[in-house]
Nanobody, 114 residues
C-alpha cells in the first residue's frame, strides 16, 4: 500500500509564501499528480496538475502565484505558493493517478491571516 505524507502547511500572513511537499512511498507521481484544496463549507477544488511530460495546469484563482513541480527521484511533488491571500486558506491535499489507482494525501492546513 502506497502512503502519501504531506508537509509544509501552516499559518502565514497575506502576501507570504509556503511550499507544500508530498512524498510517496512509491513512484506514483510520474504520470499524473495534482494538488487539491478544500475550504470550510466548500467543495474540494483542483488547484494544480502536472503530467508525465512536465506540462502543468492551474486553477484561474492561483495562476501566476502557485507552481507545481515534482522530483521523481525523491517520489515527491511540491506546491510553491506565493503572494498568498486569505481566500487561499484551506486544507491542501496531494493526489496521484497511477496505473488506474488513485492516491490521496492526508491533507495539510494552510491558513492565511494577519
Amino acid at each position: 500500500q502506497v502512503q502519501l505524507v504531506e508537509s509544509g502547511g501552516g499559518l502565514v500572513q497575506p502576501g507570504g509564501s509556503l511550499r507544500l511537499s508530498c512524498t510517496a512511498s512509491g513512484s506514483i507521481f510520474s504520470i499524473y499528480a495534482s494538488w487539491y484544496r478544500q475550504a470550510p463549507g466548500k467543495q474540494r477544488e483542483l488547484v494544480a496538475t502536472i503530467i508525465s511530460g512536465g506540462s502543468t495546469n492551474y486553477a484561474d484563482s492561483v495562476k501566476g502565484r502557485f507552481t507545481i513541480s515534482r522530483d521523481n527521484a525523491k517520489n515527491t511533488v511540491y506546491l510553491q505558493m506565493n503572494s498568498l491571500k486569505p481566500e487561499d486558506t484551506a486544507v491542501y491535499y496531494c493526489y496521484a493517478n497511477y496505473r488506474a489507482s488513485l492516491y490521496w494525501g492526508q491533507g495539510t492546513q494552510v491558513t492565511v491571516s494577519s
